[in-house]
């Protein structure tokens, strides 16, 4: 069967061309998804393949997307993919974080690791080749900061030109800087991520610019390859739990699909559990699986969090993180801005930094493991969405002790490490090391 796309709907799986510009079933309105049919070669034999692709200098093998390509096949023709070498991130220990998380051992796959500093890059290169594949000139995103960063490096490399929408004011420096920097045109709103999706939907319709947010479906498809990677780093070793911050739920779907399809394709024989961790006032996904009708989701109309990669009221993704959640057996939980802010300090402890929003996966084990939902002695691994330097701001204001949340409450900086100020006198200073040391 060659790849096509397909109605997530169970009650619709309408099928269209792959090769078509759609992000909803024309038929139900539903999200969509690629599928495809069974790779010629086994899951052993891939298994082989792609680990001796990292002895490779070619550039898609060099790539942590590409490089399981049979996996994504959605490309008839390679010479349209777009790579900046994304994915390679790496598997990290963090002991301070596990004692601190309840855990005896803790794993990080930091996603920070890659080209613009984020995951985003591994749905990216995907969403950047299909608009390669389909002749377009112009793409689009509505982003608080990651998304519009990765989509303005691939489409500039690429030569396509970058649209970017933001929420004005709403966006951290660091990541607004990487859209400028790559050259993106980039339009601030009065309006919230969910209100300019809805807007900017309607102007690339009209203007047939490509829409690069992860209702893509092929940003979906990089996205998946974030497991691949992470079992093939673990030679093919299926961990109990699988930790993620939860915005626009992209991830939690990507992560579902792909761990469901590696599985019925032989090369894991179990499903890890999914743990979705959001962020107290931006929490609808939370909502929803702790609600006894789950048909549909109630948006947050005025979400709040100083995660802003997490800052999303509406996901348009829930429908497919509410399937791979259920069917992983996993489970939703929220955290506080000062959980986050406090796990975030402990991450930076370990040596490994994170934006605030990927701070919420270790925020969150530790409430899973205190209710005794995760048992101490769990194989997790945990995922840091983003790079440290991509909100420096809120590191500074936490370890000074001037954090506060949008609303102006203070988050106490419990875990603070504030610079010292000394006179010039070495005997000063030695007596000061001789202290605090």
Request: glycine share 10%.
């Amino acid at each position: 069967m060659p790849a096509e796309l397909a109605c997530f709907e169970e009650r619709c799986r309408a099928r269209f061309p792959i090769t078509e510009v759609l992000y909803n079933c024309p038929h139900c309105g539903g999200l969509l998804e690629a599928v495809y049919g069974k790779p010629a070669q086994s899951a052993e034999e891939l298994k082989k393949l792609w680990r001796e692709r990292r002895m490779s200098n070619a550039p898609l093998d060099q790539s942590g997307v590409w490089r399981y390509r049979e996996f994504i096949p959605f490309l008839d023709d390679l010479s349209h993919a777009v790579t900046l070498r994304e994915g390679c991130t790496p598997l990290l220990p963090g002991r301070l974080a596990a004692e601190y998380g309840g855990l005896d051992a803790l794993v990080f796959k930091h996603q920070g690791f890659n080209p613009t500093g984020s995951f985003k890059d591994n749905g990216m290169t995907c969403g950047a080749s299909q608009a390669m594949r389909l002749g377009m000139k112009r793409v689009a995103c509505v982003s608080t900061g990651n998304t519009s960063a990765s989509m303005a490096a691939y489409a500039s490399s690429a030569g396509l030109q970058p649209v970017i929408f933001i929420p004005h004011g709403n966006i951290s420096f660091g990541k607004l800087a990487q859209a400028l920097e790559y050259g993106a045109k980039t339009i601030q709103v009065d309006a919230n991520f969910d209100q300019i999706l809805a807007l900017v939907r309607e102007v690339a319709e009209r203007l047939g610019i490509y829409l690069l947010n992860s209702i893509n479906p092929f940003r979906i498809e990089g996205q998946k390859t974030i497991m691949a990677e992470m079992l093939d780093q673990r030679d093919w070793k299926v961990p109990d739990w699988v930790v993620l911050p939860g915005g626009n739920l992209g991830n939690t779907s990507a992560f579902g699909k792909g761990l469901r399809e590696l599985k019925a394709l032989g090369f894991i024989d179990r499903l890890p559990r999914l743990a979705v961790i959001q962020a107290e006032g931006s929490a609808p996904f939370y909502d929803l699986m702790h609600s006894a009708d789950r048909s549909h989701l109630t948006p947050v109309g005025h979400p709040e969090t100083l995660a802003t990669a997490i800052k999303i009221g509406d996901p348009v993704s829930w429908p497919k993180a509410l399937f791979e959640v259920t069917t992983s057996e996993g489970v939703v939980e929220k955290v506080t801005e000062q959980e986050i802010a406090d796990a975030k300090a402990v991450i930076g402890r370990c040596g490994i930094g994170c934006e605030p929003a990927s701070a919420a996966t270790l925020a969150g084990i530790r409430k899973l493991t205190a209710s005794g939902e995760m048992r101490a002695d769990s194989d997790v691994v945990a995922i840091l969405t983003g790079n440290v330097l991509k909100d420096s701001s809120y590191i500074h204001e936490y370890h000074t002790g001037v954090l506060t949340t949008g609303s102006g409450m203070p988050i106490v900086a419990s875990l603070g490490n504030p610079p010292v100020v000394l006179c010039n006198d070495s005997a000063i200073i030695a007596d000061y090391l001789r202290v605090t040391v």
